[in-house]
DNA sequence: CTAGCATGTAAGTAATTACTTGCACGAAAG
DNA sequence: CTTTCGTGCAAGTAATTACTTACATGCTAG
């Protein structure tokens, strides 16, 4: 158990805990079973109950942002690009699932969170409407608002994720990639000139 | 202030502070202040704590399901009744806001809002599915699987939702009605044959 | 007028919560 | 060997929370 275990297993017990039941609802004490550490640990770790959170905060901001991913593995060819990007998007959510909820759900007592979670799609917005622009300039894709068009198929991959994350197969239980696949047929093909 | 009167006013106040706050966070003597009412008053008409969020629950499965509007003023014109029910179905998402985002944050304490609220996807599934049956027998759509277009279609609106509920305009200042009107010009291009 | 009913006020209780302090232990490092 | 460091353990504290009880007040219906 070395020291930096330590504060991990903290941070990992309280980013689960966090997510399933809020902020006011995880107490430290219950953070601190999950962790298999004394209660006292975490306040000798982190200060007080917002360290922790700050502590993840921190740490997500420097999670390698989807954005590098995307630019890689571009064929020009519309339906096959949408279809890597929406998938890498949808793993991507799916990775930081927890810290999705958590800024969904802390939002109002943490605001440095909303703003952290904010950036994915704004990041992302702006490699699409680059990739749409590019795609126009080719000839690709027919004439049409290009902000619009990469906030919809953000919010379609989003969409699919909350829809699988929070409410799991009730709604539809067809495979998450024939779901993407569908989605991304009819949306390529409603950018095509 | 009648009988009715009190218990609202404790309902809306709590609706309001625990979609914001989370449940936990939201304690009795926030609720009574912000309804402008005793403490007490809140235990004489629901027992105790949970039985605000159980009246909450009730009320709200009483609430008119979007449903019955999507089937008035179908043109069959598909650009049309797509934006026409986009936009409906974004303003009811948006006017049930607070519930949402306690069924996105009380999901583990209250299994029973969780049901609730995914209803809300399943109905409108079937409602779409529905439509785009009839829409391929006019010749309308082209052959596509239409749960996975339905589900697309609701994803595209709950995703912008989302966005616009959490996030304001920090992601886009694109006008609501125009993004959804690019949304669909997409989307219904996507299923044209 | 009066009886009842909804609400306010005051006071209190048991449980929980975040957080502290003091001490003991074991491992690693000098 | 000894010091230091991270951690566990025990006990405690002040504040808060959900919830209760007893009594006072005012409005309304009969």
Chains 1, 2 share one sequence.
Do not use: C
């Not at 070395?2 to 399933?20: F, H, M, N, P, Y």
């Not at 006011?24 to 550490?37: R, W, Y």
């Not at 590019?134 to 619009?148: H, P, S, T, V």
């Amino acid at each position: 158990m070395s020291t930096k275990g330590t504060a991990e297993r903290i941070i990992d017990a309280a980013l689960q805990l966090v997510s399933e039941k809020g902020y006011t609802a995880a107490t430290t004490k219950a953070i601190a079973e999950l962790a298999g550490v004394n209660e006292v640990t975490i306040f000798r770790h982190f200060g007080n109950k917002r360290g922790i959170l700050k502590a993840i905060i921190e740490q997500f901001s420097y999670f390698p942002l989807l954005q590098q991913e995307i630019n890689k593995n571009v064929t020009w060819d519309l339906e096959t690009d949408l279809l890597n990007f929406s998938v890498k998007h949808f793993n991507f959510l799916m990775s930081i699932k927890d810290f999705v909820m958590i800024g969904f759900k802390e939002a109002m007592q943490f605001p440095e969170i909303n703003e952290e979670i904010a950036n994915i799609p704004l990041h992302i917005k702006n490699e699409l409407i680059h990739y749409f622009q590019e795609m126009y300039e080719r000839g690709k894709i027919r004439e049409i608002d290009f902000e619009a068009a990469a906030l919809s198929l953000i919010a379609i991959n989003f969409g699919h994720f909350m829809s699988r994350a929070r409410l799991g197969t009730i709604v539809s239980n067809i495979p998450t990639e024939e779901l993407l696949k569908t989605s991304i047929s009819i949306f390529s093909r409603g950018l095509t000139p």
